[in-house]
C-alpha cells in the first residue's frame, strides 16, 4: 500500500465523508486530472464545460450534465487518449446584473446611485463568491476538471477573443447597427434576442373598440388583446378579398382618445373574420385590424410595406410616454402619461366604455413573449441595437451544412451546398431527434440582436458620433439606409472598421471599432498604433463609446474558442497549443433550450473564424432534471436541490450513479425532494407554496416536524431572499430516498470487497492457466469481457442508463450474488482462484471508476496490493491512482467464451426455476434439496461444476427414473421434467396440480404469441433476420415447455 494514499485502513463500513475530501486532494496533489497539448501520440478527447452562470450555486441539474461529462473524460483518460476538461464559468450578463441589483436594494441603494465602476465592482465580487462555490462543488462531486485551466467569459483571454470576432464581424459586414423594433424587457431594461423569449399562454380578453369613420358614416370595429397600445395607431387594415370592407379602403378614421386620422388600408396579412372557423384567430377576428408598427412585430412588417409613420407611445420602463417618438398628444390622451401599460389598458378600455365605443369584451387565450430572466411580457419596442447578420449564408448556411445528412432533411434552397470543407456534414445529435430541432430554427431565422442595455459585460468596441450628412466621410446613394454598412476611410488604415448609418434626412451615425491590442500589432500598418493611442485620436475627433454591452451569448458562442487562446493563443503561455490540439472537442453535453442559444451559435462563430472547423463533433442533449411536481430545476425559479445536500445525506458516488441510472433518452429526469430538519435530522415532506408566477416552491420557513415551535429556513427562502437563515431558524438541507440506489450500490462493492480480500492470501506470484478452471472462473471472466465490450458500447453511443445498468447488473449480481457465492466453498484453498479474484475485484474497480470514483479510488490501494498475479485473458497494468489507470482490456477465446455464456444462461434458467419452486414450498435459505433431473439436464450440472447446487441450495443430484416420488414437486425445464425432493413439508399435489394447470396456459399464449409473429408478413418483412430466428428459437422453447408440462400434468391425474 503506497505512503502518500488516504486508506490505509479499509474500514467495515464505507462513510463517504470520511473519504471523499481526502481523496479529491489526492487527485490534486498529483495532477491526475492535468491536460497537456500533446501527450506521446495519444489521441485527444476533450470537453469544455456548459459554463454555469455564477450569478447562484449549482444544482441538481447541473450535476446530471457533469457527471454525464464526468463519465466521459474519466472512461476516455483510462482508455489512452489526452484528456482535457476545460472548466470555467459564465458572466450572465443580464442575470448577474438583476442579482446584484436585488442585493443592492436590499442595502438601501441602486446602482444608479453608485455609478457604473461601483457597480461593476460590486458585480465583480458577486462573480469571485459565486465562481468560489461553483468550483468547490464540481471538486465535490468529483468532476475531473483540469481546475489550473479555468476560464471565465470575461477574464482577458476570453475578453480578448470576444473583441477580435467582434472586430472582423463588423470589418466583414456582419455586425450592423439598425432601428428596428426589438424585444424589450422591461423590468432588466434591455434588448433580448428572439430566442430569450419565452411563448407562455395567457388567459385574457380580446376587446372590440368601435374606431369611427372620419365622414361620419359610421365606424369600424377592431378587435384587439392590446387596447393601451391604440394610442400609437397609424392605420387600420382589411384583407384586400374581404368584400364587406374592402369599398372601405381609402378611407379615413378618426382615432379615439389620440383625435389622430389614420387611413384604412388592405393587406394580406389581416384574417377574416369567420365564427364558424376552427381556427381560433378567425372565429374572434373582426376583419379589421389597427395597425401600430412601433408596438408589434406583425404591424412593423405592415408598416414596411405601406411607409406607415411608427409612433413609439411607451419608454424602457413600458410606461405611456411622450419622450419616443409620439408628438401629436391632445389634451386627451396626456392624462395616459406615466401610466405603465397595464394601468394603461385599464383606463383605455374605461375611456371606451365611457364614450359608448366598447362593443365587446371576450375571454381570449392567446400566447404572450416573455422574458426568459424576468418571466415579465416582453414588450415589443423601437430602438437602434446592434446586430449579427445570422441570416448570411456565411452563417446560418455554415451552421445547417454543418449537420450530418443522415439526421435531417435536406438542405433549404437558399443555402449553399455542402462541399468537401473540413466540418460539412460532420455534426451529429444524440438523440437523434434533436438535430431536427437545430435544423428547424435555422429555416425561420433572424438576424441576432446583440447589444445589452446593461453595465456588466463585455461593453460593445465601438466608438460613435453623430455628423452632418454634408461633412459624411462618403456620398450617400442608399435613400433612407437604416442599417450600418462598412466603408474604407482613414481610420481604416490605423487598424480600425469604419461603418456609416444615415439617422434622419440630414445626419449621419459614424461608428468606428477598435480591435483589442494584440490584433492591432499584427495589422501591416504604415505606422503601428497601440490601442490606446488609436482611442485616444477617435475620441478626439468627438466620438465616444456605445455604452451597452454584448449579449452573454456572443461570449458564450465563442467558448470553446477563447478558453483556448484563439485568435491568438501564443500571447497566453497557459493555452499555447490547445485550439491545435483539443478543437474541435469530443462533445457537447448541454439542454435542449439552449439549442438554439448557444449551439447554434458555437457551430457558426467557430466554422466562421476556424475556416470551417467544427466546435465539436457530437452533441448530446441530455435529460431535464425536474422537481417532485415536474417543474424544471433552476436557479432563477429558486427551486433547484444544491449536490451538496445529496452528497451530505448520501455521498457523491451514490449521487452520480443514480443521476446516471436516471438518464434516458426519452424522459426527464422528475426528483422528489424531502427536507432534513436541522433541528432533528429527520427527513420530512416539506410544504410548498405558489410564487406569484404559479410555480410551486418549498415555502420559505418551514416548521420542525417534531415540534412546530422550531422554524427553518427553506433553499427556495434563502435564494429568494424572503427568509434569511440564522441560529434559531437554520437553513435546512434537501434530501432525496431516490439517491438510496446509488448509496447501497456503493455500499455492496465495498461489503464484497471486504469479504473478498479477507478470503485472497497475498502470496507470491503465481502461474494461472484459466482453460483448467472450474467453470465459474472461466465465466466471470467471459462475463467481464462481455461487460467491458458493452460498457464501451454505451458510452460510444451515449447510452447512460445502459452503461449503469449494465455496471450494476454485473457488479451486483454476476460478482457479488453468483460469483463470491459459487466460490465460498473452494476458494479458501486455492490459491489460483484467489489470484482471479483478485484480478476481477481489480477489473471491477476500474470499470467502476467513471461514474463512481471515490468508493473506487478509497478501495484501489487495498485491491492492488492484494493483486500479485496476472491473468493473461486480462491487462490490468499497475498504477498506483486509479483515476489514471488503464481500462481493462480483456481477451478471452471469443468461442469458448460464448460457449460459456450460452451455458451459463441455461444454468441461470434453472437456478431461478428451483429457487421459485423453493420460495413456493416455503423452504427456508438454508435448508438443502435433492435434484432429480434426465441425463441432458445431468451432463449441464456436471459441465458446471457445481455452479448451480450452489446457487440452487441442492445436496444431491440423481438420474430422474420412472420409480421418482411422485410427492417430490414437478417442474419442467427445456421442455424435461424435473423433480425436487427433500422439503420439510409434504408435498401438496393439488397445489402441484394447480400450479401445473396455469403453466400449460401460460405456455399456450407463448405459442400463439410465437406463431402469430411469425406468420405476419410485415413482420418478417421489417423485422431483422436475426430477430426472427430468434423469436423462431423461442418458438421452439415455448411448445418444449408446453409439451413437458402437459406430460407432467397427465401423470399427476
Not at 468550483?135 to 477580435?164: K, P, W, Y
Not at 450628412?469 to 454598412?485: A, C, F, Q, W, Y
Not at 473564424?609 to 432534471?625: K, R, S
Request: hydrophobic letters at 40%; a negative charge; charged letters at 25%.
Amino acid at each position: 500500500m503506497t505512503e502518500n494514499h488516504p486508506s490505509k485502513k479499509l474500514a467495515k463500513s464505507y462513510i463517504p465523508s470520511e473519504a471523499e475530501e481526502a481523496i479529491s486532494a489526492l487527485w490534486s496533489q498529483v495532477g491526475a486530472f492535468q491536460s497537456k497539448a500533446a501527450s506521446n501520440n495519444r489521441k485527444p478527447y476533450s470537453i469544455v464545460i456548459p459554463p454555469p452562470n455564477v450569478t447562484a450555486a449549482l444544482h441538481l441539474g447541473h450535476a446530471l450534465n457533469n457527471t454525464i461529462q464526468d463519465v466521459l473524460i474519466r472512461y476516455h483518460r483510462m482508455a489512452g487518449f489526452a484528456t482535457m476538461w476545460m472548466p470555467g464559468t459564465d458572466h450572465a450578463g443580464i442575470a448577474t446584473q438583476a442579482v446584484v441589483e436585488k442585493r443592492l436594494l436590499n442595502d438601501g441603494t441602486s446602482r444608479l446611485e453608485i455609478g457604473r465602476d461601483a457597480f461593476i465592482q460590486r458585480t465583480q465580487e458577486w462573480k469571485d463568491e459565486y465562481e468560489g462555490i461553483i468550483i468547490d462543488q464540481l471538486i465535490a462531486m468529483g468532476a475531473s476538471c483540469d481546475f489550473d485551466r479555468t476560464r471565465f467569459t470575461m477574464d482577458e483571454i476570453c475578453a480578448n477573443a470576444v473583441r477580435h470576432a467582434f472586430y472582423t464581424l463588423f470589418q466583414d459586414g456582419l455586425i450592423y447597427r439598425g432601428k428596428r423594433l426589438v424585444n424589450w424587457d422591461p423590468v432588466s431594461m434591455t434588448a433580448l434576442a428572439d430566442d430569450e423569449v419565452e411563448m407562455e399562454e395567457v388567459e385574457g380578453f380580446m376587446w372590440y373598440l368601435k374606431y369611427p369613420l372620419d365622414d361620419g358614416s359610421g365606424h369600424v370595429t377592431v378587435a384587439t388583446t392590446r387596447p393601451e397600445t391604440m394610442l400609437g395607431d397609424t392605420a387600420v387594415a382589411v384583407n384586400p378579398n374581404d368584400s364587406l370592407a374592402n369599398d372601405l379602403v381609402g378611407k379615413m378614421v378618426r382615432l379615439p382618445i389620440v383625435n389622430r386620422l389614420i387611413p384604412i388600408i388592405a393587406d394580406d396579412y389581416v384574417i377574416m373574420a369567420d365564427p364558424e372557423s376552427e381556427d381560433s384567430k378567425a372565429r374572434y377576428a373582426s376583419g379589421f385590424l389597427k395597425v401600430t408598427p412601433a408596438h408589434d412585430p406583425n404591424d412593423w412588417d405592415i408598416g414596411l410595406r405601406h411607409d406607415l409613420p411608427v409612433i413609439n407611445i411607451m419608454g424602457p420602463d413600458a410606461k405611456i410616454s411622450n419622450h419616443y417618438g409620439w408628438e401629436d398628444i391632445s389634451e386627451e390622451s396626456s392624462k395616459f402619461i406615466g401610466l405603465t401599460r397595464e394601468e394603461a389598458r385599464e383606463a383605455v378600455i374605461d375611456w371606451f366604455n365611457g364614450n359608448n365605443l366598447l362593443e365587446e369584451i371576450r375571454p381570449y387565450t392567446h400566447s404572450v413573449g416573455h422574458s426568459y430572466r424576468s418571466h415579465v411580457p416582453i414588450e415589443p419596442w423601437l430602438s437602434s441595437q446592434w446586430y449579427v447578420a445570422v441570416t448570411d449564408d456565411r452563417l446560418r448556411g455554415s451552421a445547417l451544412r454543418a449537420q450530418n445528412e443522415s439526421q435531417v432533411p435536406p438542405l433549404p434552397d437558399d443555402v449553399t451546398i455542402r462541399s468537401d470543407l473540413k466540418g460539412d456534414g460532420d455534426l451529429s445529435f444524440a438523440p437523434q431527434r434533436y438535430a431536427r430541432t437545430y435544423h428547424s430554427w435555422h429555416e425561420g431565422i433572424r438576424d441576432w440582436c446583440i447589444s445589452r442595455q446593461l453595465w456588466w459585460g463585455h461593453q460593445i468596441p465601438v466608438w460613435v458620433r453623430l455628423v452632418p450628412v454634408e461633412k459624411s466621410p462618403v456620398p450617400l446613394n442608399t435613400e433612407g439606409l437604416d442599417v450600418g454598412i462598412t466603408i474604407e476611410s482613414e481610420w481604416t488604415l490605423k487598424g480600425a472598421a469604419h461603418m456609416i448609418r444615415e439617422i434622419g434626412d440630414d445626419m449621419i451615425e459614424e461608428a468606428i471599432c477598435v480591435p483589442p491590442e494584440n490584433t492591432l500589432k499584427r495589422i501591416d500598418l504604415n505606422t503601428p498604433i497601440s490601442e490606446i493611442e488609436l482611442i485616444s485620436q477617435i475620441e478626439d475627433e468627438g466620438f465616444t463609446r456605445d455604452p451597452d454591452v454584448l449579449d452573454t451569448w456572443f461570449s458564450s458562442a465563442l467558448w470553446p474558442l477563447s478558453t483556448m487562446g484563439w485568435p491568438w493563443p501564443e500571447d497566453f503561455p497557459e493555452t499555447e497549443g490547445l485550439l491545435e490540439f483539443y478543437n474541435p472537442t469530443s462533445v457537447l453535453s448541454t439542454a435542449r433550450e439552449i439549442i438554439t442559444l448557444w449551439v447554434s451559435r458555437m457551430v457558426m462563430f467557430n466554422r466562421y473564424f476556424l475556416n470551417g472547423q467544427l466546435p465539436f463533433e457530437d452533441v448530446f442533449i441530455h435529460a431535464m432534471v425536474q422537481d417532485g411536481h415536474g417543474q424544471k430545476m433552476s436557479k432563477s425559479l429558486g427551486n433547484g436541490v444544491d449536490p451538496r445536500d445529496i452528497i451530505f445525506s448520501h455521498g457523491a458516488d451514490a449521487m452520480r450513479f443514480t443521476l446516471v441510472q436516471m438518464t434516458t433518452d426519452t424522459q426527464d429526469v422528475r426528483m422528489p425532494v424531502e427536507m432534513v430538519c436541522p433541528h432533528t435530522g429527520i427527513a420530512f415532506k416539506p410544504e410548498f407554496v405558489a410564487t406569484p408566477e404559479g410555480y410551486l416552491v418549498a415555502a420559505p420557513i418551514q416548521s420542525s416536524p417534531e415540534d412546530g415551535t422550531k422554524k427553518m429556513v427553506s433553499a427556495y427562502g434563502a435564494t429568494s431572499g424572503s427568509a434569511e437563515p440564522d441560529d434559531l431558524t437554520p437553513l435546512a438541507r434537501n434530501t432525496s430516498s431516490k439517491f438510496d440506489l446509488g448509496r447501497n450500490f456503493a455500499n455492496k462493492l465495498w461489503n464484497a470487497t471486504r469479504f473478498a480480500l479477507g478470503r485472497i492470501d497475498t502470496s507470491p506470484d503465481i502461474r494461472i492457466s484459466l482453460d483448467s478452471r472450474p467453470f465459474a472462473d472461466r465465466w466471470i471472466v467471459a462475463r467481464l469481457a462481455k461487460t467491458v465490450t458493452a460498457l464501451e458500447s454505451a458510452l460510444a453511443s451515449y447510452q447512460f442508463n445502459t452503461f449503469a445498468d449494465t455496471l450494476y447488473d454485473f457488479v451486483w449480481h454476476d460478482v457479488c450474488d453468483r460469483y463470491l457465492e459459487v466460490i465460498k466453498p473452494t476458494i479458501d484453498n486455492d490459491p489460483q482462484q484467489q489470484a482471479i479474484l483478485a484480478n476481477i475485484l481489480d477489473a471491477v474497480l476500474r470499470i467502476m471508476h467513471p461514474v463512481c470514483p471515490f468508493v473506487t479510488e478509497t478501495l484501489w490501494p487495498h485491491v492492488r496490493e492484494a493483486k500479485r498475479s496476472d491473468l493473461d485473458e486480462i491487462a490490468l497494468p499497475d498504477s498506483e491512482i486509479l483515476a489514471v489507470a488503464d481500462w481493462p482490456k480483456v481477451t478471452p477465446d471469443n468461442l469458448s467464451s460464448n460457449e460459456i455464456l450460452e451455458t451459463f444462461e441455461r444454468a441461470n434458467n434453472l437456478v431461478g426455476l428451483l429457487r421459485s419452486a423453493r420460495a413456493e414450498q416455503k423452504v427456508k435459505p438454508k435448508q438443502m434439496i435433492q435434484l432429480h433431473v434426465s441425463r441432458t439436464i445431468h451432463d449441464l450440472l456436471d459441465s458446471t461444476n457445481g455452479f448451480i447446487e450452489v446457487l440452487a441450495g441442492i445436496e444431491e443430484v440423481t438420474i430422474l427414473d420412472k420409480t421418482a416420488d411422485l410427492k417430490s414437486t414437478l417442474l419442467t425445464f427445456e421442455g424435461e421434467e424435473i423433480r425436487i425432493s427433500g422439503l420439510v413439508n409434504e408435498v401438496d399435489l393439488e397445489a402441484q396440480k394447480n400450479r401445473l394447470t396455469k403453466l400449460v396456459e401460460d405456455k399456450r399464449k407463448q405459442v400463439t404469441g410465437f406463431q402469430t409473429r411469425l406468420k405476419n408478413p410485415g413482420y418478417l418483412q421489417n423485422a431483422k433476420p436475426d430477430v426472427i430466428a430468434e423469436t423462431r428459437k423461442m418458438l421452439q422453447e415455448a411448445e418444449a415447455d408446453l409439451l413437458a408440462a402437459e406430460n407432467s400434468l397427465r401423470n399427476l391425474e
